[in-house]
T-cell receptor, first 107, second 115 residues
């Protein structure tokens, strides 16, 4: 069965500090991992996916199959990064989402 | 404004009543999904459909029903059998391209409250 774990409900950092949002997954097949973000009063939207290997808004995420992790990182947090972040795993015909982590960037 | 729309934005229901949430998309997407979003539990899949007149149960389908009579529309009915229906409901759609997991586009959501 697919499972996504985001251990932190809330992550609070100061502006300019590094950010790491943790995501671990469990899946017997070849995983496809995603990060979705929901800013205040906006729709849930895709931030990035591992197969694209892109940096979006300064965020990167590397798939580590050995540790079954897909942590989201940004070297210098900005106030506009404050949002709810969901890690998601594609398997079968559906996505499975983690519980989400609220990122608060303080000035 | 194109994309995926949900209505109503807020919905109040008395216990014992069925209610239907609307989801429409003009993106020509094949697949549509319904999720339930609860604090601390993330998004949980209720139902999904990859083609007209066909749909599959997700992880929490009990107490819900759907239909897919048109490609553009995927309404969700919350029945009186759903024991804890108060929640935020999200609809999404995506293309289907073989085994690739395409980006899901989400609607603005409907907040259902049972009185």
């Amino acid at each position: 069965a697919q499972r996504v774990t985001q251990p932190e409900k809330l992550l609070s950092v100061f502006k300019g500090a590094p950010v790491e949002l943790k995501c671990n997954y469990s899946y017997s097949g070849s995983p496809e991992l995603f990060w979705y973000v929901q800013y205040s009063r906006q729709r849930l939207q895709l931030l990035l996916r591992h197969i694209s290997r892109e940096s979006i808004k300064g965020f990167t995420a590397d798939l580590n199959k050995g540790e079954t992790s897909f942590h989201l990182k940004k070297p210098f947090a900005q106030e506009e990064d404050s949002a709810m972040y969901y890690c998601a795993l594609g398997g079968g015909n559906k996505l499975v989402f983690g519980a989400g982590t609220i990122l608060r960037v303080k000035s | 404004d194109g994309g995926i729309t949900q209505s109503p934005k807020y919905l109040f229901r008395k216990e014992g009543q069925n209610v239907t949430l609307s989801c429409e998309q003009n993106l020509n997407h094949d697949a549509m999904y319904w999720y339930r979003q609860d604090p601390g539990q993330g998004l949980r899949l209720i139902y999904y459909s990859q083609i007209v007149n066909d749909f599959q149960k997700g992880d929490i389908a009990e107490g819900y029903s759907v239909s897919r009579e048109k490609k553009e529309s995927f309404p969700l009915t919350v029945t009186s059998a759903q024991k804890n229906p108060t929640a935020f409901y999200l609809c999404a759609s995506s293309l289907i391209q073989g085994a690739i997991y395409n980006e899901q586009f989400f609607g603005p959501g409907t907040r259902l409250t049972v009185l």
